[in-house]
């Protein structure tokens, strides 16, 4: 019972990351928005998966942040004017 209300909030705070990432003005706002939504999903993951007791869960909510990171690195290179090659 606990777990589906802290899935109810996790889910309301999607939302509003969802909302900010299509209204925010600049690209890094929505840059930020993103990564919040995508940190928001990796907790939505890991509760799912102690709900469940099953490590596959787990062991996508550890790749999914791991490429979330990795490209939350390379937009925010691009963004800044750098390539990705320094």
Known sequence: MILL???IVIFGACLLCALRA???PTAPDRIVAIDALIALMI???VLLGVYYRA???LDVALVYAFLAFLGTLAISKYLEGRG???
């Open 84 to 86: 990705i090659e320094t």
């Open 22 to 24: 299509a209204l925010g």
């Open 43 to 45: 907790s939505a993951l």
């Open 55 to 57: 490590p596959i869960y």
């Open 5 to 7: 209300g802290i899935l």
